[in-house]
C-alpha cells in the first residue's frame, strides 16, 4: 500500500465518545496528517445488545468538536461505504463462509449451558477458558447439513501447534502460542460479526494501511493475522500504543473516572488543551517542549517514538493546560469562549469587561461564572455574616458616593483612606466591602470590579446590607 490510510472504529456502546478513543483518534488523526494520507471513520456497532441511543450522533459529534475531522465517515461516506458494520453484514458472512469452506474455520453447535459447564471445569483445573474444539471435530458435510437446521456459530480454527507472530512498530516483535489461543467466534448466531471478523474484513476492504489501537488489542491481534492469512490477504502495519492510565497504573474506568468527552466538554476544557494533553501520553516533542498545536505535533511526530507505557492520566496537568491555553488568548477569543460556554443570556460586552480581571485566575472555562458571577446577579448569600458590620457599610456607602470619578485607582484611593480614618486594618476593611459587594472573599480585583460594576449598582449592593 503506497497512501496511508488510518481509522478509528469506535462501538455506540456508550454515553459519548470516550477519552481513550480521544487519545487513539489523535494518533491516528496526526499520522495520517504526517504522511498526507487519509483519516477514516468507521462505527462497529454490531454488539445490538449494548447499543445506545444517539451514540453514535455524539460520538461524531465530539470529534467534530476536538477538531479530528475525518475524510470518510457514515455520514460523508467514502469510495469504501457503507462505514457503519450494520450495514455490511452480508460481507461478513461471505469471508466466514470462505473459511469454513477452506478448513480455517468451521460451525459450532454448543449451548450456552454446555459452554458454561466447560468453562466451570477449566476454572476448577485452573486451565485457559477457552473453547475446547468439541464442534472442530464435527465431519464437514455433517456440519453443513447441521447448519441448515440448526442454530450455529462459525468460529476460527486456531492451529493447535505452533505459533503466530507479528512485529508491531510500537514494540517490535510479538509471539504467541496457538494453544493458548480461543478458537474465536467469528460470526454469531444472530448473523453480526464479532469484533474480530468485522475488523479484519473492513480493514482489508478499506484498504487501511496502519492499525494504530491501544494495547489491550494486543492479545486480538495474532487471531486477526490468522485471519488475514486464511484469506490471503496482506499484514497491516499494527501499532498499539499505551492505555490512559490513573496514578495507581490501573486502567481508566467509568466507574472510576471520567471517560466521555462530553465531560470534558460541560467542565469547560478547551478541545486543543485536551489534545495537547493526550500527545503527551507517550510522547514527547524533540525539544521537550510541553505546549504545542496539532500543526506542530504533526511536523514532529513519529509513531515509531511513542512509547508503550505512557504517564499516568492526571486531571491537574490538564488543568494546568488549560489553564495555560487561556491565557495565551487573546481577551476577544477568550470572551466568545465563556459567553459559547455561560450562554447568551449573560451580556457578552459584560464579560467582555471582565476578561483583564479574571483571564489570570480561572483554568476552565466553568471556573467563570464561580469567580464573575456576582458581576451579572447581586449576591443573595454572603460568605461572612456582615449584620455586625452595617455601620461601617453605611460609611463606605457614604464615602463612595463622593465619589465622582467612578475608576479603580479612585475607589481604591477613597476606600484607603476612610479604613485609615475609622483605624481598620485594610486586610478586614476590604474582606468586608469585597464581601459586602461581591458575596465570596475571594473575588477578582475589587477596586476594578466595582468600576465594572458602576457607582449605582455598588451602591445598591451596599445599601441592601447596610439597612
Excluded at 482489508?204 to 492499525?211: G, P, Q, T
Excluded at 449576591?379 to 452595617?390: A, F, T, V
Excluded at 460609611?395 to 476606600?415: E, F, R, T
Amino acid at each position: 500500500m503506497n497512501e496511508v490510510r488510518v481509522r478509528i472504529a469506535p462501538s455506540p456502546t456508550g454515553e459519548d465518545l470516550h477519552i481513550g478513543n480521544v487519545y487513539t483518534a489523535l494518533l491516528n488523526y496526526i499520522f495520517a496528517k504526517k504522511n498526507k494520507g487519509k483519516f477514516i471513520v468507521r462505527i462497529e456497532d454490531t454488539d445490538r445488545t449494548r447499543l445506545v441511543p444517539g451514540a453514535e450522533q455524539r460520538i461524531l459529534q465530539s470529534l467534530k468538536w476536538f477538531g479530528l475531522d475525518s475524510d470518510e465517515d457514515p455520514d460523508k461516506g467514502g469510495p469504501y461505504a457503507p462505514y457503519r458494520q450494520s450495514q455490511r453484514l452480508d460481507l461478513y458472512r461471505q469471508y466466514a463462509e470462505k473459511l469454513v469452506e477452506t478448513g480455517h474455520a468451521y460451525y459450532s453447535f454448543c449451548t450456552p449451558d454446555r459452554l458454561d459447564e466447560m468453562r466451570k471445569k477449566q476454572q476448577e483445573k485452573k486451565e485457559p477458558t477457552i473453547y475446547d474444539g468439541l464442534c472442530k471435530k464435527i465431519p464437514k458435510n455433517e456440519a453443513l447439513a447441521r447448519s441448515k437446521k440448526e442454530k450455529y456459530v462459525i468460529r476460527l480454527n486456531v492451529p493447535d501447534v505452533g505459533t503466530t507472530e507479528f512485529t508491531d512498530l510500537v514494540r517490535g516483535k510479538i509471539s504467541f502460542e496457538n494453544r493458548l489461543l480461543d478458537d474465536q467466534v467469528l460470526l454469531k448466531s444472530d448473523g453480526y460479526p464479532t469484533y474480530h471478523l468485522g475488523v479484519v474484513v473492513d480493514d482489508y476492504l478499506m484498504k487501511i494501511s496502519h492499525v494504530i489501537r491501544a494495547e489491550e488489542w494486543i492479545s486480538s491481534t495474532p487471531k486477526h493475522v490468522l485471519i488475514y492469512q486464511y484469506l490471503g490477504w496482506p499484514l497491516p502495519v499494527f501499532a498499539h500504543g499505551p492505555i490512559l492510565r490513573n496514578p495507581d497504573r490501573s486502567k481508566l474506568s467509568k466507574r472510576k473516572n471520567p471517560v466521555w468527552a462530553s465531560w470534558y466538554r460541560k467542565q469547560g476544557y478547551l478541545p486543543e488543551a485536551i489534545l495537547n494533553f493526550l500527545a503527551l501520553m507517550g510522547w514527547s516533542m524533540p525539544d521537550g517542549r510541553e505546549i504545542f498545536s496539532l500543526t506542530e505535533m504533526a511536523e514532529n511526530f513519529r509513531l515509531e517514538e511513542v512509547k508503550p507505557a505512557g504517564p499516568t492520566f492526571n486531571l491537574e496537568k490538564l488543568d494546568w493546560l488549560n489553564g495555560e491555553y487561556m491565557r495565551k488568548m487573546s481577551k476577544a477569543a477568550l470572551q466568545t469562549k465563556i459567553v459559547e460556554f455561560i450562554g447568551d443570556k449573560y451580556s457578552s460586552d459584560l464579560v467582555g469587561k471582565t476578561i483583564p480581571l479574571v483571564q489570570e485566575r480561572i483554568k476552565k472555562l466553568s471556573d467563570y461564572l464561580p469567580l464573575a458571577g456576582f458581576f451579572f446577579n447581586s449576591p443573595k448569600d454572603y460568605e461572612i455574616d456582615l449584620s455586625k458590620n452595617r455601620s461601617l457599610l453605611s460609611n463606605i456607602h457614604q464615602k463612595l458616593s463622593a465619589v465622582s470619578d467612578w475608576k479603580a485607582d479612585s475607589i481604591g484611593k477613597s476606600m484607603q483612606d476612610l479604613a485609615q480614618e475609622l483605624k481598620i486594618p485594610n486586610s478586614k476593611f476590604f474582606m468586608i466591602l469585597r464581601v459586602a459587594v461581591t458575596g465570596k472573599k475571594i473575588s477578582p480585583p475589587l477596586n476594578e470590579s466595582m468600576e465594572i460594576l458602576g457607582k449605582d449598582e455598588t451602591l445598591s449592593r451596599l445599601s441592601q446590607i447596610s439597612k
